[in-house]
C-alpha cells in the first residue's frame, strides 16, 4: 500500500511537472505592413500572449518581397519553426498563403477581410481543404456597415424630428470583400426605409482625403440637401468635414458625419463635434486569435463547420462619451489588466459561442 501510494505521488508530481516545463506555444504574426491598422493590430497582442502563456513573434511582410506569401515563406524557412501563424493579408488570393502554410505544416488561423464565394469555391472554408487552417475571425463588416446609417439616422432624428432624411455614402474601393459587405450592410439598413430615411447614392473613390473632399462637394452640388454621410475610413470622413466647413449651413442643418476607423486626426474630429462617431476594434482581431489558439491547445474543440470555424466580432461604437476607454485600448498598460480570460471557452466552459464584443472591457477587471 505504501509503495502504490508512492508511485500514485510520483506520478502526480510528474505530470504536474511536465505541464510546468512544457515548452510555450509560439505563434507567429505576419501583418501585411508596419504603419497605420498593422501597427495597431500589433499594439495589445504582446501583452495578450505574455498572459496567455504564448511565445509571440512579430514579423511583418515585407514591402520589397514580391508577395505576402513570400514574406511568410522566408519567416517561416528560419529555425526553429512556429506552433501556429497568424495570417492577415487583406487584397491579393488566399491560396499562395494557405499552399505555403500547407508546406511547411504549420496550423493557422487567419484574421484577414474574408473571401469571395468565388475564391470560397477553391480553397473551401476552415479545416475542409486545408485541415491545419483551423479559424477565421472577421469583423462583422456588414452588421457595422448597417449600424453606421442606422445610428446617423437616430442621432439625426433627435436634432430634426419632422422632416424626411437623406444619406450619401463615399465608400473606398469595392475589390475586398470586406468592402462589398460594408456596402450591403448599408443597403441592407434602408431595405425597409427606416425612420422615413433615404439613400440618396453611394459613389466609390479611394481612400483619400482630398479626393473625398471634391466628392462630397459634387454630391451637395447634385442634391438639394444630404443630411447624413457615411464614410468608408477616417481619410473619407476627413475629406467630408473638409467640404462641409467652407459652407454656410443656414438653410440646412449641417449634415453628419460618421466613418469606420479611428487616426488622431479623425479623434480630434470627435471631440470637437465635427464627426458624430466611428466604428473601431477590427484591429483586435489578432488578439482573439490568440485567445482561440489558447483555447485549442487546451484541449477546447469545435466542428469544422463554417458556423463554428468562421467567427465574426462586432464593432465597437466611438464617440465623444467613450474615447478615454478607446484611447486606453491603445496601450499595452490596458491590457495587462483587461479582462482577457472572459472571452475564453476554456476559462468558461459555458460559453456556446465565442462572443469577442470589446464592450464587455469596458466594466471588466483584471483576469
Known amino acids: 500500500?505504501?509503495?502504490?501510494?508512492?508511485?500514485?505521488?510520483?506520478?502526480?508530481?510528474?505530470?504536474?511537472?511536465?505541464?510546468?516545463?512544457?515548452?510555450?506555444?509560439?505563434?507567429?504574426?505576419?501583418?501585411?505592413?508596419?504603419?497605420?491598422?498593422?501597427?495597431?493590430?500589433?499594439?495589445?497582442?504582446?501583452?495578450?500572449?505574455?498572459?496567455?502563456?504564448?511565445?509571440?513573434?512579430?514579423?511583418?511582410?515585407?514591402?520589397?518581397?514580391?508577395?505576402?506569401?513570400?514574406?511568410?515563406?522566408?519567416?517561416?524557412?528560419?529555425?526553429?519553426?512556429?506552433?501556429?501563424?497568424?495570417?492577415?493579408?487583406?487584397?491579393?488570393?488566399?491560396?499562395?498563403?494557405?499552399?505555403?502554410?500547407?508546406?511547411?505544416?504549420?496550423?493557422?488561423?487567419?484574421?484577414?477581410?474574408?473571401?469571395?464565394?468565388?475564391?470560397?469555391?477553391?480553397?473551401?472554408?476552415?479545416?475542409?481543404?486545408?485541415?491545419n487552417w483551423k479559424a477565421q475571425i472577421l469583423s462583422d463588416e456588414f452588421l457595422a456597415g448597417k449600424k453606421i446609417a442606422i445610428e446617423l439616422i437616430e442621432r439625426k432624428r433627435q436634432i430634426n424630428s419632422k422632416n424626411a432624411l437623406t444619406l450619401a455614402a463615399i465608400a473606398g474601393t469595392r475589390m475586398t470583400y470586406a468592402a462589398q459587405q460594408t456596402i450591403a450592410g448599408l443597403n441592407d439598413a434602408f431595405t425597409y426605409k427606416p425612420n422615413n430615411a433615404r439613400l440618396l447614392q453611394t459613389v466609390f473613390t479611394t481612400w483619400h482625403r482630398d479626393l473625398s473632399k471634391q466628392t462630397a462637394q459634387k454630391?451637395?452640388?447634385?442634391?438639394?440637401?444630404?443630411?447624413?454621410?457615411?464614410?468608408?475610413?477616417?481619410?473619407?470622413?476627413?475629406?467630408?468635414?473638409?467640404?462641409?466647413?467652407?459652407?454656410?449651413?443656414?438653410?440646412?442643418?449641417?449634415?453628419?458625419?460618421?466613418?469606420?476607423?479611428?487616426?488622431?486626426?479623425?479623434?480630434?474630429?470627435?471631440?470637437?463635434?465635427?464627426?458624430?462617431?466611428?466604428?473601431?476594434?477590427?484591429?483586435?482581431?489578432?488578439?482573439w486569435a490568440l485567445i482561440l489558439i489558447h483555447d485549442i491547445e487546451h484541449g477546447v474543440t469545435f466542428n469544422n463547420t463554417p458556423a463554428q470555424t468562421i467567427l465574426k466580432a462586432p464593432y465597437f461604437l466611438a464617440d465623444k462619451n467613450n474615447l478615454k476607454f478607446v484611447d486606453a485600448m491603445m496601450s499595452a498598460d490596458f491590457w495587462q489588466k483587461a479582462k482577457i480570460k472572459q472571452y475564453s471557452k476554456y476559462y468558461n466552459p459555458n460559453i456556446k459561442n465565442y462572443n469577442f464584443d470589446v464592450s464587455l472591457l469596458q466594466t471588466s477587471t483584471s483576469q
Open 219 to 287: 454630391l451637395l452640388s447634385r442634391h438639394n440637401q444630404i443630411d447624413l454621410f457615411w464614410a468608408a475610413n477616417p481619410n473619407i470622413a476627413l475629406g467630408i468635414i473638409d467640404h462641409l466647413n467652407t459652407q454656410n449651413w443656414q438653410t440646412h442643418s449641417k449634415p453628419l458625419v460618421a466613418n469606420f476607423g479611428l487616426n488622431p486626426q479623425s479623434r480630434q474630429a470627435i471631440i470637437q463635434d465635427e464627426l458624430a462617431f466611428s466604428m473601431v476594434g477590427n484591429h483586435l482581431n489578432g488578439v
Open 1 to 131: 500500500m505504501i509503495i502504490r501510494t508512492c508511485l500514485l505521488s510520483l506520478l502526480l508530481w510528474l505530470a504536474h511537472s511536465t505541464v510546468s516545463w512544457a515548452k510555450p506555444v509560439h505563434v507567429l504574426y505576419v501583418p501585411a505592413g508596419q504603419t497605420g491598422y498593422w501597427h495597431d493590430t500589433t499594439v495589445p497582442m504582446p501583452t495578450v500572449a505574455q498572459r496567455l502563456g504564448i511565445k509571440l513573434t512579430i514579423f511583418p511582410s515585407h514591402p520589397r518581397l514580391r508577395s505576402y506569401a513570400d514574406s511568410l515563406n522566408k519567416a517561416l524557412s528560419a529555425n526553429p519553426k512556429p506552433d501556429w501563424v497568424i495570417w492577415a493579408q487583406r487584397r491579393v488570393s488566399n491560396v499562395p498563403t494557405l499552399e505555403t502554410l500547407k508546406k511547411h505544416a504549420i496550423k493557422s488561423i487567419d484574421i484577414t477581410s474574408g473571401t469571395s464565394s468565388k475564391e470560397q469555391a477553391t480553397i473551401g472554408f476552415p479545416q475542409q481543404n486545408y485541415p
